[in-house]
C-alpha cells in the first residue's frame, strides 16, 4: 500500500515538472511569435495552451483525490500541497503565455518600433533563466537553487520599469493601442517571472518544513542550507529518469547559477542596449512634446 501511494505521488511530481516544461516551451513560442508576427505560431501556442489549462485541471483532480482517498501527513501532505500551490501558478502562467499568443494577432502587420520588439525578446530570455533554474530546482530538491531565484527575477523586474517609463509616452504618430499591447505583453512576462520565484518559495516549504524567505536563504552556505532540510520519501525522487527527459528539452543556457550565459550573449545584449537607447530618446521626446503643449496651452490662454 505505502509503495503504490509513493508510486501514485511520483506520477504527481512528474506531471507537474511535464507541465512546467511544456508552458516554458510555449512561451518561447509565443515570444517568438510576436517578434517575428507569426499569426500561424500564435495559433499554435494558444491551442497548446489550452491542452495545459486541461492538464492543470487533471491534476488537481488527482491530487485532491489522494488527499481524500490517503489522509496523507508530514512530508506527503507537503508534496500534495506543493503540487496543487504549484498547478494554481502553472494555470495562471499558462494563460499568461496564451494572452502574449493573443497579442501577436492583434498586432501583425502594425507599426511597432523594432527596438521595442527586441526589448521585449531580450527580457523574455532573462524570464526564461527563472523558468528553467525553477524546474531544475524542483528535480533536484535544491534549497540553494531556489534561493538564487529572487537575483534571477531582479533584473527582469528593472527592464520591465525600465520599458514601461521609456515607452509610456509616445508621439501622435505612434500606434499606440500596438505599443500598448506590446507593454501588456511585457507586463506578462514579468507575471511569469514572479510566479516561478513563487514557486521556488513554496519548493522551499516542501523541502524544509518551514517558511523561510528565499532572500534570507540565499545568504546562508551550503551546511546551513544542508541542515535545513527535513526528511523526504521515496515519492520526491522516483522517476527521475522520466523527468530527467523531460528538463532536457529546455536549453542548456537557460538553466544554472548565473544569469551571465545570457548577457554575455552579444546578440542578446547588443539588442537590449540597442532597445534601451532607443526607449530612453523616446523618453526625452515625449518630455519634449509635453513641454510644448504645455507651453501651447499657456500661450493660448494668455
Do not use: W
Amino acid at each position: 500500500m505505502r509503495e503504490q501511494f509513493d508510486k501514485q505521488l511520483a506520477r504527481l511530481r512528474q506531471e507537474l515538472v511535464a507541465i512546467y516544461t511544456e508552458i516554458d516551451l510555449q512561451l518561447h513560442k509565443a515570444v517568438d511569435s510576436l517578434v517575428e508576427g507569426d499569426k500561424a505560431k500564435a495559433r499554435e501556442v494558444k491551442k497548446a495552451t489550452r491542452a495545459i489549462d486541461s492538464r492543470c485541471a487533471d491534476l488537481e483532480d488527482r491530487a485532491y483525490n489522494l488527499i481524500v482517498l490517503q489522509n496523507p501527513v508530514a512530508s506527503d501532505m507537503r508534496l500534495l500541497q506543493f503540487v496543487i500551490y504549484v498547478n494554481f501558478n502553472l494555470a495562471r502562467m499558462s494563460n499568461h503565455v496564451r494572452n502574449i499568443a493573443k497579442t501577436t494577432k492583434r498586432c501583425v502587420g502594425r507599426e511597432i518600433p523594432r527596438q521595442m520588439l527586441d526589448l521585449l525578446a531580450s527580457q523574455a530570455h532573462l524570464v526564461y533563466r527563472v523558468l528553467g533554474t525553477t524546474v531544475e530546482a524542483i528535480v533536484d530538491n535544491d534549497i540553494a537553487e531556489a534561493a538564487e531565484l529572487p537575483e534571477f527575477d531582479r533584473p527582469v523586474d528593472d527592464l520591465y520599469k525600465s520599458f514601461y517609463s521609456s515607452f509610456s509616452h509616445l508621439g501622435p504618430d505612434d500606434d499606440i493601442d500596438a505599443v500598448s499591447r506590446v507593454m501588456m505583453a511585457a507586463r506578462m512576462l514579468e507575471r511569469i517571472s514572479d510566479n516561478s520565484v513563487e514557486v521556488g518559495e513554496r519548493l522551499v516549504f516542501l523541502l524544509t518544513g518551514s517558511r523561510a524567505e528565499l532572500a534570507v536563504l540565499a545568504d546562508m552556505d551550503e551546511e546551513e542550507l544542508e541542515d535545513l532540510y527535513a526528511s523526504q520519501n521515496a515519492a520526491f525522487t522516483m522517476g527521475a529518469d522520466k523527468i530527467e527527459t523531460v528538463v532536457n528539452q529546455i536549453p542548456e543556457i537557460e538553466v544554472g547559477t548565473s544569469t551571465n550565459p545570457i548577457l554575455d550573449d552579444e546578440e542578446i545584449a547588443g539588442n537590449l542596449a540597442q532597445a534601451l537607447e532607443m526607449a530612453a530618446n523616446a523618453a526625452a521626446r515625449a518630455k519634449e512634446e509635453k513641454a510644448r503643449r504645455k507651453s501651447q496651452k499657456a500661450d493660448d490662454a494668455s
